[in-house]
């Protein structure tokens, strides 16, 4: 099976959780078999994995979420990286040209395009396996995968087909209704439209050049700024006359907000927290080191992070967007794919940090121009390099880095450092990388 995983979104709905680097399908709310937590992602992932442990599966993301995805999947995934944001059409379009190109995948191959964040069981992967050869056998163009509604959304845009058979061709698609319209479309057959396709590589390859002027991947990669933003709906769907859509049956959830994310925790709780005997339909994350205590709250959910503490109704977290937007903070909390960095304090001229790196993992041998920082090694072992000069480190050591001077760290073990930064100027932007061999 060949899939390609759409991966966007900016993070607000899910506020402090999720920032412009950390998207909701990188937050670790869900347990595994063995305890552990797991994201949206890994749990997609897994999910794949365990259906089809060859599938060749890769990641349309923007460059903001690389780190997090080398971070949680390891660097074996595929990833098709979007220089900047062009919506849904440009994205797929430079999946495929990836997938032709530097995968090596035959225009004759299916490739099934979803969500990279569905809440959903094992048979939602054996659906998409028969999606893949529905569209490799069949005349239509495009294959969707049409949901079979619970109750009449109004979140969704629908599918109405031309039959109830397990796979019809497409009647027409009707966009986002009113709660009473969208009554109406069910009792017509309709179908929710999650925003999953199958389709033969060549098909969307040839539609691409037929809307885009590029040669090969690399072409468009080095073009794609120029691309208009358009959904591969308004582009492809609505112009194609073969379409078809298999039903899908089977538990499908987006959590979108922290309403349905709360519906699908395991727990009542991530992370310390304490109810007393009143509570009831209370839900927490917690990310910070301090106990949350929650008493006599109904239908509340809180949520605690360096970016900032929420605490709403289940119902009116739905419509947390537009505050979000007043924010202007920091991001507080990130993960790179070297580990993961948290911020613990900022002043008018410092800020400390605390960074986490994995074993056999470094940072980019970068410098700064206006600050200097000092490293406070807490646990494990590794090694710095400050001007081309190596020197092991051990819990206690302190490393001095004036403005100006090239540096790295790398983690033999688990290493725990406390960065903290000194000057009148400290940005994010002060920053040049440089090449460095070990």
Known sequence: MNIVLLSGGSGQRLWPLSNDIRSKQFIKIFHTADGELESMVQRVYRQIRTIDKDATVTIATSKSQVSAIHNQLGEDVGISVEPCRRDTFPAIALAAAYLKDVKGISEDEPVVVCPVDPYVEIDYFDALKDLGAQAASSNANLVLMGIEPTYPSEKYGYII????????????????????????????????????????????????????????????????????????????????????????????KDLGTWNTLTEAMDSHNVGEALFNE?????????????????????????????????????????????????????????????????????????????????????????????????????????????????????PGDVVTMEAGCRHTIIADTELTVIEVQLGKEISVHDKQKFEWEE
């Open 161 to 252: 087909p031309d039959t109830p058979a397990p796979v019809s061709t497409v009647s027409m698609f009707k966009e986002k209704p009113t709660k009473e319209i969208a009554e109406q479309y069910i009792s017509q057959g309709a179908l929710w439209n999650g925003g999953v396709f199958a389709f033969r590589l060549g098909y969307v390859l040839d539609r691409a050049h037929a809307l885009i002027d590029f040669e090969n991947y690399e072409d468009l990669f080095n073009k794609y700024e120029t691309l208009d933003k358009i959904s591969f709906d308004y582009a492809v769907v609505e112009h194609e006359d073969r379409i078809e859509v298999m039903r899908f049956s089977g538990m499908w």
């Open 278 to 394: 009143t509570c009831r339909n209370v839900h927490v994350v917690n990310e910070l080191n301090l106990p949350v205590l929650c008493m006599g709250l109904k239908d509340i959910v809180v949520s605690a992070s360096p970016d900032g503490i929420l605490v709403s109704d289940k119902e009116q977290s739905s419509y947390i967007k537009p505050f979000v937007n007043t924010l202007d903070h920091r991001v507080m909390f990130a993960e790179k794919s070297w580990g993961s960095f948290r911020v613990l304090d900022v002043q008018p001229e410092s800020m400390t940090i605390k960074v986490t790196l994995h074993p056999g993992h470094r940072m980019n041998y970068h410098s700064h121009m206006y600050r200097d920082e000092v490293w406070t090694i807490v646990s494990g072992t590794g090694r710095t390099v400050v001007d081309g000069m190596e020197q092991p480190v051990h």
